[in-house]
């Protein structure tokens, strides 16, 4: 099941960012499996919300690479917190503030499961 998170940027990101939000994977095996980032924000209009997404929606083709998927969820206490799922449904990083794409790039090329992907893609 696919869901549009469209929202206004204040920051000047743009009129509208899109993010695609998957939901109810199914999969056979770990490798089946996206890698999940996780983003919890008190608002859409919270600015590290903003900035995050911002960030997200330039780099979307790295993330498709990288079959990760973009989950938004509500968060209590004006909270803010990214983290990072891995295919084996591990927790990767944990953060209060919007963590750069080249960062969770960074450490997603590191993992073994990616290493791998990026080898039999060098192989085509």
């Known amino acids: ?15 509208i960012l899109s993010l695609v939000l998957a ?3 199914v999969a056979a095996s770990p ?3 996206p890698r999940q980032l996780l983003v919890r924000t008190p608002s ?18 790295g993330l498709r690479e990288r079959d990760l998927e973009i989950a938004v969820q509500p968060a209590a206490g004006g909270t803010f917190e990214v ?15 919007p963590v750069p ?7 997603i ?4 499961m990616r290493r791998a992907e990026m080898a039999a893609e060098a192989g085509r």
């Not at 099941?1 to 009129?15: E, K, N, T, V, Y």
């Not at 794409?101 to 450490?107: S, Y």
């Open 31 to 33: 490798a089946q499996l």
């Open 44 to 61: 859409v209009e919270d600015p590290r919300f903003l900035r995050q997404a911002g960030w997200l929606v330039a780099v979307w083709r």
């Open 83 to 97: 983290v990072l799922i891995g295919r084996d449904g591990g927790e990767k990083l944990r953060a209060n503030a």
């Open 101 to 107: 794409p080249a960062e969770l790039f960074a450490l």
């Open 1 to 15: 099941m696919l869901c549009w998170l469209r929202l206004r940027s204040r920051l000047g990101l743009g009129s």
């Open 109 to 112: 090329d590191t993992m073994p």
């Open 23 to 25: 939901a109810g994977a």
